[in-house]
């Protein structure tokens, strides 16, 4: 089974700010990876799949990069909508297709 | 609109059995792969099944294989989630969830908004 390792576990930026939150594989996934942003109380929302396409209606401040076994989500500049738990998923190598555990992302 | 709405949901003891529906509307529901998503309470997402289009394969989790079964009815764009043997562990919000692509599992683009699960004596 792949486990995916998300950091770092919480962050903390102001508005204005950049992001950047990393998901690294156990076992190389190719660019087999998606990206959810998961607001409290609320279901997931697909936010990038393939590791840099971006879903449909998601603004351009996100973006995802990387393959193999690293790779990143990067929020431009923040705002305070943005504000979740942010969990990335493979899909390379499955059942299962794991996600990992997890940044929540505070906006101050 | 794509909606997916999960209902089924239930306090019951472990041992015990429970079944989940989950209602399509708002797309062609015979051309997607669907999945059941859990996620327990302050925890983060754990995938538990997928169905393919037609029902003939199905897939688990490890945690869940042998007492979750997962099933489909095209014609009345709904999806099942038969949980038997349920544990404490198995306490969580379920998800139903979509494929983005009708040929390939890509993402999951669309997710109702969970039926609560609790085992507890």
């Known amino acids: 089974e792949i486990v995916l390792t998300q950091s770092p576990a919480t962050l903390s930026l102001s508005p204005g700010e950049r992001a950047t939150l990393s998901c690294r594989a156990s076992?190389?996934?190719?660019?087999?990876l998606a990206w959810y942003q998961q607001k409290r109380g609320q279901a997931p929302r697909l936010l990038i799949y393939?590791?840099?396409k971006r879903a449909t209606g998601i603004a351009a401040r996100f973006s995802g990069s990387g393959s193999g076994t690293d790779f990143t989500l990067t929020i431009s500049s923040l705002e305070p909508d943005d504000s979740a738990v942010y969990y990335c998923?493979?899909?390379?190598?499955?059942?299962?297709?794991?996600f990992g555990q997890g940044t929540k992302l505070e906006i101050k | 609109e794509v909606q997916l709405v999960e209902s089924g949901g239930a306090v019951v003891q472990p041992g015990g059995s429970l079944r989940l529906s989950c209602v399509a509307s708002?797309?062609?529901?015979?051309?997607?792969?669907m999945h059941w998503v859990r996620q327990a309470p302050g925890k983060g997402l754990e995938w538990v099944s997928l169905?393919?289009?037609?029902?003939?394969?199905?897939f688990y989790a490890d945690s869940v294989r042998g007492r979750f079964t997962i099933s489909r009815d095209n014609n009345k764009n709904s999806l099942y989630l038969e949980m038997n043997s349920l544990r404490a562990e198995d306490t969580a919000l379920y998800y139903c969830?979509?494929?983005?692509?009708?040929?390939?599992?890509?993402?999951?683009?669309?997710w109702g908004q969970g039926t609560l699960v609790t085992v507890s004596s």
């Open positions: 969830a979509k494929d983005l692509e009708t040929t390939v599992t890509t993402g999951l683009s669309d």
């Open positions: 708002g797309f062609t529901f015979e051309d997607y792969t």
């Open positions: 169905i393919t289009l037609d029902g003939g394969s199905t």
């Open positions: 076992q190389s996934v190719s660019s087999y």
């Open positions: 393939d590791a840099s």
């Open positions: 998923q493979q899909r390379s190598n499955w059942p299962p297709y794991s």
